[in-house]
């Protein structure tokens, strides 16, 4: 088991860690050291939490992480792993393999209990369990385009319907991360023109997965509600957003808050927290 630490003084004074945390005191942002994430390839693909634990997935490495940054457990998986969701007490990774599996399930110390093949639905990015259902971003293509498929299934993997987001704005690929807060999906994606940061890179819908708003923040590398201690207001849903960097030739991984309204989502500010 590795135990690295990261995040920032700010979780400290929340919890009474005396790690060291490397934060941005100009930002609401947390880094992790350098060299904590050596064995992960590539980005952050996906992340979910809970109150007790952070899940970080990267192409080739899942991770179970406490909130003072140690690494509590880590599994290799296949490339490429994608997106992550709890639901009923399991955590499910989407999946690309040459085996067609969709989503891996594992326990929550990062056991796989099985592999499981999705009907229309060879490989997945974004996966979400939303109001009993999972929906999961299906196939799609490097070439621009506006409409990103999604596919819903039911509690017990049957398919039971599709749509697709079209907020107004050219991605590639499909939906790389899901999440839902305030009885919305958020959908985030990759934008054709990644060095325009006034882009729209996410959206959000309803369960019928009707576009109700867009935003320019960038949730692709992995969002999701933060735990209830984090929570500042009835009026927004804070959430946790994952980037990932590159110091010193090493991967780093960097954690921000965003809020959401149900009809606005915007970075959080210190002075919100």
Request: charged share 25%; proline share 4%.
């Amino acid at each position: 088991m590795k135990r690295r630490t990261f995040l920032a003084s700010a979780l400290a004074a929340c919890f009474g860690s005396r790690a060291s945390f490397a934060r941005d005191l100009k930002k609401d942002e947390f880094r992790s050291a350098p060299g904590a994430f050596r064995d992960a390839s590539a980005h952050v693909q996906g992340i979910c939490c809970d109150d007790d634990a952070l899940y970080v997935v990267f192409e080739n490495y899942v991770y179970k992480l406490d909130w003072n940054g140690d690494i509590l457990r880590s599994t290799p998986a296949p490339s490429h792993s994608g997106d992550a969701c709890l639901a009923n007490g399991r955590l499910y990774v989407s999946m690309t393999t040459q085996d067609g599996s969709a989503l891996y399930e594992y326990d929550s110390e990062l056991t796989l209990l099985r592999k499981l093949k999705l009907e229309r639905c060879p490989g997945c990015d974004g996966v979400e369990f939303f109001n009993g259902r999972f929906y999961i971003g299906g196939p799609s293509t490097a070439e621009p385009h506006r409409k990103n498929l999604v596919l819903i299934y039911d509690a017990e993997f049957n398919f039971v319907g599709q749509g697709d987001v079209d907020f107004g704005g050219a991605t590639v690929y499909g939906p790389q991360s899901i999440t839902s807060a305030r009885d919305r999906l958020l959908f985030a994606f990759y934008p054709e023109k990644e060095d325009d940061p006034t882009t729209l890179r996410s959206a959000w819908t309803d369960a019928n997965l009707r576009t109700l708003g867009a935003s320019a923040l960038d949730g692709a590398n992995g969002w999701a509600v933060a735990p209830k201690r984090f929570q500042h207001t009835k009026e927004a849903t804070r959430l946790v957003v994952a980037r990932t960097e590159r110091i010193d030739d090493e991967t780093v991984l960097k954690l921000r808050f965003s809020d959401f309204d149900g009809g606005s989502l915007v970075e959080a500010t210190e002075n919100a927290r």
